[in-house]
């Protein structure tokens, strides 16, 4: 189910996807070019590429992106994962 509801949480990504916290203590995403992110409900960073999807072996291209979009440092990890051309980092932003 997760799977699914990624695409469409991400395609919205004027707004980020509502936080536990109603999004009171979330950082804001800077505007990259090329790149979306969103903030999943559970609090973690999803990263999708505009142009070409990411593939499973882009994860370095997906956490540089990531970065950018925290404006200075995703949290990475172990627990980063690639799901539906989607690359999601558990930790969010630092």
Same mark, same amino acid.
């Given at each position: 189910?997760?799977?699914?509801?990624?695409?469409? =949480?991400?395609? %919205? #990504?004027? %707004?980020?996807?509502?936080?536990?916290?109603?999004?009171?203590?979330?950082?804001?995403?800077?505007?990259?070019?090329?790149?979306?992110?969103?903030? =999943?409900?559970?609090?973690?960073?999803?990263?999708?590429?505009?142009?070409?999807?990411?593939?499973?072996?882009?994860?370095?291209?997906?956490?540089?992106?990531?970065?950018?979009? #925290? %404006? %200075?440092?995703?949290?990475?990890?172990?627990?980063?994962?690639?799901?539906?051309?989607?690359?999601?980092?558990?930790?969010? #932003?630092?």
């Amino acid at each position: 189910m997760r799977a699914l509801l990624l695409p469409l =949480l991400i395609a %919205g #990504c004027a %707004g980020a996807a509502p936080l536990p916290d109603g999004g009171a203590r979330a950082p804001r995403l800077a505007a990259v070019a090329g790149y979306q992110g969103a903030f =999943l409900p559970t609090g973690e960073l999803a990263v999708r590429r505009t142009a070409a999807p990411f593939r499973m072996d882009e994860g370095a291209e997906a956490k540089r992106a990531a970065n950018a979009l #925290c %404006g %200075g440092k995703v949290v990475s990890g172990d627990r980063d994962n690639f799901i539906d051309d989607v690359w999601v980092f558990p930790g969010g #932003c630092a």
